[in-house]
């Protein structure tokens, strides 16, 4: 194998890398979020406070898919289980697809 090869390669594994760190990093962000409104949920903040009503908003749009997933009597165990979940797999995926781009 060539020097340039090699350097093509070794440039093509570090883009990789690179889009692999970000992915995790996202991921991880979406994850925090979905938590973060879980707490402000359950814990009862003031939902008229603009960084409360900003953090519930994203939660939600980011748990959309999975809102309404599970019904409880509880509507703030209800927001924990399937927000909870929407984290869970945002976080798992993101991961999943970095393993999937630093593969060979």
């Known amino acids: ?3 340039a090869r090699a350097n093509r390669y070794a440039a093509a594994a570090n883009a990789r890398a690179t889009v692999a760190r970000l992915l995790i990093l996202v991921a991880t962000a979406v994850a925090l979020v979905l938590v ?3 707490l402000l949920v ?6 008229s406070n603009d960084i409360v ?3 519930r908003d ?3 749009f980011l ?3 999975f809102d309404g997933m599970f ?16 984290a869970v797999v945002w976080y798992a995926l993101g991961h999943a697809l970095a393993r999937l781009l630093l593969r060979r």
């Open 63 to 65: 748990a959309g898919p």
């Open 1 to 3: 194998m060539t020097t």
């Open 71 to 86: 019904t409880l009597d509880d509507s703030k165990a209800t927001v924990a289980v399937n927000w909870g979940i929407a």
């Open 53 to 55: 009503g900003a953090i």
């Open 42 to 47: 359950v814990l009862g903040a003031n939902a």
């Open 36 to 38: 973060a409104g879980i």
């Open 58 to 60: 994203a939660a939600k």
